[in-house]
């Protein structure tokens, strides 16, 4: 088997039709879904963009011990057991952090292409302002081909024409539909017929606190959702050259995303909550519009179903070498969601947890541009069962606690009409980061409620 691992940040769920009804245009993944397993319940677990890729490429649980931080070469990760089992592996992709700083995502492929132009900076107490390679990359655009999910999907069609004859891994890792959102203005127009060409960055805030109109927050959805469609275009691209290059009998193909997104819901407007002066996280709640993904696998012979089985982001590494024949070795903490996609099972994870890196007040953060910041205060984690969900930051804190059956929006805790589930969720949640090896000065300050 062929293996091909689309990763498409920041790309809500509920913006595929298999999942939502919401009024986006995505014809060519929609196509694709009729043809995989699609799963309803899977989630991230480290959270956010490398955090979550950590856990792509090891199994691991990393929240525990890496969060945003370059790979350490002692992990034993997905593509070099691939490459060591006879596999070409190969990584195409635009998401800036990938190789920067010496972050060492590139490690275990044989050839690595990294596409520049999705870079930002931060301005102390301002705003994101464009990094050389992005004015680079926008001043050079003409087409849309030029802009960066096309250039990316379109260097992985070339690829496969030019090594199809081979058993491969092509890992494809786009930023799009990350912000900034300025696709071509033919997609943004499907949304907003009126548009001006204006774009805007999400405020990271509660949007009550914030300056951002209803009217800004209309016009920067239909710039997402602009973003969304060409991403959907160019994935659909790829597939289609997949199928008519004769691959489709023996590949397997799967998208999902890192992370969802705000636009007002829980009155956030971006993917969390961050102090304008320092940038530093100061609220991250993962509710479902950021913590369930998109999780669509296509399996030569396998028909098409949609399952609730809970699946986590470190599942997938098993899975694929499962699918690919290659022995998992023991540092793998997910596991393997084979026996789903075959149907041989049913049910998978009793539960699933989802959080940014585990640290205590005081110690030193360098999440997304590398700055070193003192972190404040506990960020909470979501603990999700088929039933409920759970949000519970430190020993404490105030808890959130959701029925997902009933109120799948998550517009009403009932926490304090459910204790003995909260406490139930809780010891759940303690176990497991003792199961996996948590430090105990995290453990500490997380034993009880």
């Not at 496969?160 to 203005?185: N, S, T």
Request: proline content about 5%; overall charge neutral; hydrophobic content about 35%.
């Amino acid at each position: 088997m062929n293996i091909i691992l689309i990763i498409s940040d920041t790309f809500r769920r509920d913006n595929l039709s298999c999942y939502s009804d919401r009024e986006v245009y995505t014809p060519y993944l929609d196509s694709f879904a009729k043809w995989c397993v699609v799963f309803d319940q899977a989630y991230c677990a480290s959270f956010p963009t490398m955090p979550m890729r950590a856990d792509v490429m090891t199994g691991k649980y990393t929240f525990t011990y890496l969060g945003w931080a370059p790979l350490p070469p002692k992990e034993v990760i997905l593509q070099q057991l691939l490459m060591d089992a006879g596999y070409t592996t190969i990584a195409i992709g635009d998401t800036p952090f990938l190789v920067r700083n010496g972050y060492g995502y590139d490690r275990g492929f044989h050839d690595f292409v990294w596409y520049r132009g999705q870079g930002y900076h931060w301005k102390l107490g301002q705003n994101w302002e464009p990094s050389q390679d992005r004015a680079d990359i926008t001043y050079e655009r003409r087409y849309e081909e030029d802009y960066c999910a096309p250039k990316t999907c379109a260097a992985a069609e070339h690829w496969i024409e030019r090594h199809y004859k081979e058993d491969f891994f092509l890992y494809v890792d786009m930023w799009d539909p990350h912000c900034p959102w300025d696709p071509p203005a033919h997609y943004v127009e499907r949304y907003k017929s009126d548009w001006d060409g204006k774009t805007a960055f999400p405020s990271y805030l509660y949007l009550k606190s914030s300056r951002v109109t209803k009217k800004e927050l209309d016009t920067t959805y239909a710039c997402y959702r602009g973003e969304v469609t060409m991403v959907d275009h160019a994935v659909g691209r790829l597939i289609d050259r997949i199928e008519s290059i004769g691959l489709m009998d023996n590949t397997v193909i799967i998208f999902t995303s890192d992370h969802g997104f705000y636009f007002g819901e829980h009155n956030i407007f971006g993917k969390a909550v961050v102090s304008a002066e320092r940038r530093a996280f100061k609220d991250a709640p993962l509710y479902k519009e950021v913590a369930n993904i998109p999780l669509l696998i296509y399996v030569p012979g396998v028909k098409s179903y949609r399952t609730n089985a809970l699946v986590s982001v470190p599942d997938f590494m098993p899975t694929i070498l499962e699918l690919a024949g290659v022995k998992v070795p023991d540092t793998v903490q997910g596991k393997s969601f084979l026996p789903i996609i075959k149907k041989e099972k049913d049910t998978h994870q009793k539960f699933v947890v989802s959080t940014m890196q585990l640290q205590n007040p005081g110690e030193v953060t360098l999440a997304v541009d590398g700055t070193k910041r003192e972190v404040e205060i506990h960020l909470p984690a979501t603990i999700t069962t088929d039933r409920w969900s759970l949000l519970y930051s430190w020993k404490g804190a105030s808890v959130e606690l959701y029925d997902l059956k009933s109120d799948p929006a998550q517009q009403k805790n009932v926490a304090k009409d459910n204790k003995s589930t909260v406490k139930e969720l809780h010891q759940w949640y303690y176990g497991f980061l003792k199961k996996i090896g948590t430090e105990e000065k995290l453990l500490k300050r997380r034993a009880s409620l």
